[in-house]
């Protein structure tokens, strides 16, 4: 069998490490570089001929720094002959471009998906992808992880839970199945919004359906960026009368104070998040709760690795 490697971009050499630790296998050096005209040299450090090599890069701001170091990674390992390429990308930003919604756009998702496998890669490993249709731009395969099983166990966690007084509510019915599979995994009731969205910081949520009057309700998304539509989820939520509110989601961006807008609402008990995307130790409070999901991406490293079966780790929230 191919030895392993494991290398790291810049965007979240910390939970590389993270992933390194759990295999059990030394993170590899790699060295990024800027000439004078500002173009990115990749060089990694480490034996890649006929190895595994697996690249630990999130797409996340600097988004296009980030993409462009990927992308000089899988090329540079496919120029040392490694023996197969996977891009392990927890969060792949470009999957909010995944379809043509307003007139001479482009499709950002797919052109970026193109890049990346003419780039060298063979094998994507992702994590919560924004919708399920992202997953087909790809032309190599993908294996589509997701944080629910790491959510649940938090929240069968907290005192006073009663699955019998829960409901899962999810902001928009795009994003239902996935908080019905929440919803089934802690024995808990479904709700969902009917949202309709005008610009990238601008929703409007008319109505919530389902059952929240006092209960405990969780608020479940797949990413929070600005934090927009949660807070005006949470106004719908406030005139049905919840028994309490907690806040859910795998890719915690955060970005232009959306977390401190979250833990200023008095009546929000709880945010949790996943380390998908690195979160500065400066951006946290009290009610924050940041899950690892480490242990997910390395067994699926080490299923990958040994060509055994990654379904195990990703099918269980539609079939339970």
Same mark, same amino acid.
């Given at each position: ?65 980030? &993409?462009? /170091? !990927? ?7 496919? =120029?040392?002959?490694?023996? #197969?390429? %996977? +891009? $392990?990308? *927890? ?56 944080? &629910?099983? /790491? !959510? ?7 005192? =006073?839970?009663?699955?019998? #007084?829960? %409901? +899962? $509510?999810? *902001? ?68 049905? =009368?919840?028994?309490?509110? #907690? ?74």
């Amino acid at each position: 069998m191919r030895d392993i490697a494991v290398f790291s971009g810049s965007a979240h050499p910390e939970l590389a490490k993270e992933v390194c630790a759990h295999l059990g296998v030394p993170l590899s050096p790699a060295r990024v570089s800027r000439f004078a005209n500002d173009c990115l040299e990749v060089q990694l450090q480490a034996n890649c001929r006929e190895r595994d090599v697996f690249l630990v890069q999130p797409l996340v701001t600097p988004v296009q720094e980030n &993409l462009v /170091e !990927l992308l000089l990674m899988c090329d540079a390992a496919r =120029g040392a002959s490694a023996g #197969r390429i %996977t +891009v $392990v990308m *927890p969060h792949y930003s470009y999957a909010r471009s995944d379809k043509k919604d307003a007139p001479r756009i482009s499709i950002g998702g797919r052109l970026v998906a193109d890049l990346l496998v003419a780039s060298g890669a063979g094998r994507v490993l992702a994590m919560t992808l924004h919708s399920p249709q992202v997953h087909g731009f790809f032309s190599v395969p993908v294996d589509h992880l997701h944080a &629910l099983r /790491e !959510l649940a166990d938090h929240f069968r966690g907290f005192p =006073g839970h009663d699955p019998s #007084r829960t %409901t +899962v $509510v999810s *902001p928009d019915l795009g994003n239902a199945k996935e908080a019905a599979a929440f919803a089934r995994m802690l024995g808990a009731q479904v709700a969902a919004g009917a949202k309709q969205r005008f610009a990238d910081d601008r929703v409007s949520i008319s109505s919530v359906i389902g059952d929240i009057t006092d209960r405990d309700v969780i608020v479940l998304d797949d990413e929070i960026a600005k934090g927009s539509t949660v807070l005006e989820l949470l106004d719908r939520l406030r005139e049905m =009368g919840p028994r309490s509110i #907690r806040v859910a989601c795998t890719h915690g961006l955060f970005a232009g104070g959306a977390l401190k807008r979250l833990s200023d609402q008095p009546d929000v008990l709880e945010i949790v998040c996943t380390n998908t995307v690195p979160i500065p130790i400066a951006e946290h409070t009290e009610k924050l709760r940041v899950l690892s999901i480490a242990p997910a991406l390395a067994e699926a490293v080490r299923r990958i690795h040994n060509g055994e079966s990654v379904s195990a780790l990703f099918d269980d929230a539609s079939s339970s």
